[in-house]
Each structure stands twice: as structure tokens, then as C-alpha cells.
Nanobody, 125 residues
């Protein structure tokens, strides 16, 4: 298993940018995991944001963030990032990093049991 720790959340005005980071540790082989981000706002369902393949060549994005967010990973440093541009108030949520060792969840990576504690993103209008 991998342990995941997110950072980089904060408050930003609409149109601004933030970069989230996720650091992996533990016994799991990070480089074989599909990794991803999902988010959950109060009173709303969890939403898959982005997912990246083990070697970083293949990415998936939720429709709400396509063209604005970019997911990337560094398998040497065991890190995952989410560059978020042109942020909107509706992007406000708790953002979670998750790992999917069998690459079975796709964007529904929120169903993976391997996830971090989350980092809050608040976008004001």
C-alpha cells in the first residue's frame, strides 16, 4: 500500500491558479499505480477530476475541468500534481489524491481505498 499526503490547497479568486501536490510513501510500488484526483463539495457527490496512467502517458479528465486542469506525476520523487488554471467558484471542494494499483476505477478513483486526507480549495467570485 501507499500512504498519500496532499498539499497546496488554499483560497484564490476566480480566474486564478493553484497547484496541488500529493506525496506518496509506504511499501507500495508507486510506479505501478494509476493515480488520480477527486473532489467533494459539501452536499455534493464525489467527482472524479483527473487520472493518470502508471507511466504518465495516458490521462483522463472530468468534463468540468478539461482544458483547465493538468495532472502530472514524477515516479522518481513519488509525487503527483494537479495544476489548476482558470478556477471557478464551482471548483471549490476538498480535493483528494488516490491510488489505484490495478487501474480499475478510471475517473471513479474515489472508490479506491487508497487515498489521502484531502486539501481544501476555495474559489471566490
Amino acid at each position: 500500500q501507499v500512504q498519500l499526503l496532499e498539499s497546496g490547497g488554499g483560497s484564490v479568486q476566480a480566474g486564478g491558479s493553484l497547484t496541488l501536490s500529493c506525496a506518496a510513501s509506504g511499501d507500495g510500488f508507486y510506479s505501478v499505480y494509476c493515480m488520480g484526483w477527486f473532489r467533494q463539495a459539501p452536499g455534493k457527490e464525489r467527482e472524479g477530476v483527473a487520472r493518470i496512467s502508471p507511466n504518465g502517458e495516458h490521462t483522463l479528465y472530468g468534463d468540468a475541468v478539461k482544458g483547465r486542469f493538468t495532472i502530472a506525476r514524477d515516479n522518481v520523487k513519488k509525487t503527483l500534481s494537479l495544476q489548476m488554471n482558470s478556477l471557478k467558484p464551482e471548483d471549490s471542494a476538498m480535493y483528494y489524491c488516490a491510488g489505484d494499483v490495478y487501474c480499475q476505477y478510471g475517473l471513479a478513483i474515489f472508490d479506491s481505498p487508497e487515498r489521502g486526507q484531502g486539501t481544501q480549495v476555495t474559489v471566490s467570485s
